[in-house]
């Protein structure tokens, strides 16, 4: 089956720092989506992105299908969007393994 | 409002005891997912169900059964065959599981599940 990565594991950030997180996934794919668990364990839905690009606010988020991967940008970081962010790929939506992000004051 | 419910919240088991979780949707989504993930991981697959009365084992089934009955309900029974059943659990569903249709994936709050 598919495999999918993401990279960094681990991110420690200041408060308005600019970051970007990177999905690879290993064969084409026609669902993907970013999503962000808050320290409660809820899944929060970011994008459902398998092509193009799309932004919400701070968060912007770009596949490129024909290179198996997905980046998702966070602007002006602030302490609320620490946490751990999964991508998610293919029809049955394989899990990768998250990046967990660490916004400091 | 639409959304996806789990209950219990929390919940503790005796060790051989069966425990069942429930997950109920009401966004009318064709397809339902149950997943377990472990302290610092990722998520994995258990079982799903793209239409009712017809599921598909996950990754990690064996210990685990389900039922898809209604559209809108898919409980997770685990089983005193699961060895190592604590985790925190979780629920999603999506609106279709065709290879062409916009099949975004929503989570309910999820089930912490402690065996004592």
């Known amino acids: 089956g598919i495999q999918v990565e993401q990279s960094p594991p681990d991110l420690i950030l200041q408060e308005g720092a600019n970051s970007t997180l990177r999905c690879n996934f290993s064969?084409?794919?026609?669902?993907l989506q970013w999503f962000h668990q808050n320290p409660w364990g809820q899944l929060i839905n970011l994008f459902y992105?398998?092509?193009g690009t799309k932004q919400n606010g701070r968060l912007s988020a770009t596949t490129v299908a024909t290179e198996r991967y997905s980046l998702l940008y966070i602007s002006s970081s602030q302490t609320t969007d620490s946490g751990v962010y999964f991508c998610?790929?293919?029809?049955?939506?394989?899990f990768g393994p998250g990046t967990r992000l660490s916004v400091l004051p | 409002d639409g959304g996806i419910t789990q209950s219990p919240k929390y919940l503790f088991r005796k060790e051989g005891q069966n425990v069942t979780l429930s997950c109920e949707q009401n966004?009318?989504?064709?397809?339902m997912y149950w997943y377990r993930q472990d302290p610092g991981q990722g998520l994995r697959l258990i079982y799903y169900?793209?239409?009712?009365?017809?599921?598909q084992k996950g990754d990690i089934a064996e210990g685990y059964s389900v039922s898809r009955e209604k559209k809108e309900s898919f409980p997770l029974t685990v089983t005193s065959a699961q060895k190592n059943p604590t985790a925190f659990y979780l629920c999603?569903?999506?609106?279709?599981?065709?290879?062409?249709?916009?099949?975004?994936?929503?989570f309910g709050p999820g089930t912490r599940l402690t065996v004592l």
């Open positions: 992105i398998p092509s």
């Open positions: 169900s793209q239409i009712v009365n017809d599921f």
């Open positions: 999603a569903s999506s609106k279709a599981s065709g290879l062409a249709a916009i099949n975004e994936q929503f």
């Open positions: 064969d084409s794919v026609n669902n």
């Open positions: 998610a790929a293919d029809q049955n939506f394989v």
């Open positions: 966004l009318n989504h064709d397809a």
